[in-house]
């Protein structure tokens, strides 16, 4: 059975930088769409940033376009999410999740297109 683990949160100053990495267990990982999500105190879950199964085709949220990049290494099978100039908003549990039934060579952007999902890290912006 596969596996997400995230790793690489932490505490930043606003406008810094962290990259989130999510690895996971399993061959089949390369095939798989993925995403990454984050979900505030208080608040609903909230879709960042998917990728397709080659790593060619990618789409951003918004709320992290230009500042947020998604990228994979299938040979490590791990993704990764790079966050720059972040702001004390940014501050989440932030998921890595794989859509690992029915998928194609696509990405996919809510959270019920993932099957599975990882158990997060916490990265806190101080302002």
């Known amino acids: 059975q596969v596996q997400l683990v995230e790793s690489g949160g932490g505490l930043v100053q606003a406008g810094g930088s962290l990259r989130l990495s999510c690895a996971a267990s399993?061959?089949?990982?390369?095939?798989?769409?993925l995403g990454w999500f984050r979900q505030a105190s208080g608040k609903e879950l909230e879709f960042l940033a998917a990728?397709?199964?080659?790593?060619?085709?990618?789409y951003y949220a918004d709320s992290v376009n230009g500042r947020f990049t998604i990228s994979r290494d299938n040979a490590k099978s791990t993704v990764y999410l790079q966050m720059n100039s972040l702001k004390s908003e940014d501050t989440a549990v932030y998921y890595c999740?794989?859509?690992?039934?029915?998928?194609?060579?696509?990405?996919?952007?809510?959270?019920?297109?993932?099957?599975?999902w990882g158990q997060g890290t916490k990265v806190t912006v101080s302002s």
């Open positions: 999740a794989a859509r690992t039934t029915y998928y194609t060579d696509n990405y996919y952007y809510t959270s019920d297109d993932y099957q599975l």
């Open positions: 399993g061959r089949t990982f390369r095939t798989y769409p």
């Open positions: 990728i397709n199964w080659s790593g060619q085709n990618t």
